[in-house]
């Protein structure tokens, strides 16, 4: 071996270890970073927001046509932050009615808001579906429950959210919200009516949220 091939070898294992060197460090200021998040992660303790149901006022509810179901409700639905130190931003929301899982009414978009910390947003949509199909044994129990006199729907909310720790913006998080609202009929009706055809159920009601 010559001279010239011993200089290329050190060459060649010199630019090797430089390249480890480069990788060596890129990794650990990767976990550094890491581990800087995880602990302002764990100090600021963010939480979840909290939805409330506030009321439910139903302008239409007609079950009368087998398998199909017409329906009209106008909801009250709030929502607070409650983190001291955390925002948080709303990008994507829409809501619409279920009942046994199966969705009842057209998803109505509500507009997208930024939460400040402790802040309460309100919104108050209008979500309804015309001769929505049903499944065949779900349209039996539902005209059973009307004549009884109580219908359990759930309100459900679906969208983004973002988190905000000073300038820091986290990426998106689906956001998952589901409302209990029990509607009465008859003489059961614990509502008030608002109008014609109109009757208004004060629930307040506290909504599971997943996210």
């Known amino acids: 071996m010559t ?35 995880l602990i302002i992660w764990a100090v600021l303790r963010p939480t979840k927001p909290r939805f409330l149901l506030q009321d439910t006022t139903v302008y239409g509810f007609n079950a009368s046509t087998s398998n199909f179901l017409t329906s ?21 929301l829409v809501i619409y ?68 720790v000073g300038t820091f913006v986290s990426g998106r998080y689906h956001l998952n919200v589901r409302c209990p609202a029990r509607i009465t009929f008859g003489r059961k009706s614990k509502g008030v009516s608002v109008g014609e055809n109109a009757v208004k159920y004060q629930l307040v009601t506290r909504c599971s949220v997943t996210v």
């Not at 290329?8 to 970073?33: E, M, P, Q, T, Y």
């Open 97 to 164: 009615a279920t009942y046994r899982n199966q969705q009842i009414t057209l998803r109505t978009s509500l507009p997208p808001t930024n939460q400040g910390h402790n802040e309460v947003s309100v919104w108050s949509p209008f979500v309804y579906g015309n001769m929505v199909p049903i499944a065949p044994d779900f349209s039996a129990a539902l005209k059973y429950e009307q004549a009884a006199g109580s219908v359990y729907v759930v309100i459900k909310i679906d969208g983004r959210v973002r988190w905000k």
């Open 72 to 92: 009209n409700f106008q909801v009250t639905v709030s929502s607070r932050n409650p983190n001291d130190r955390i925002g948080i931003y709303y990008d994507r």
């Open 3 to 37: 001279a010239k091939d011993k200089d290329c070898g050190n060459h060649g294992k010199g630019r090797r270890r430089l390249i480890r060197s480069i990788i060596a460090c890129l990794l650990v200021f990767l976990l550094i970073v890491l581990i800087t998040i």
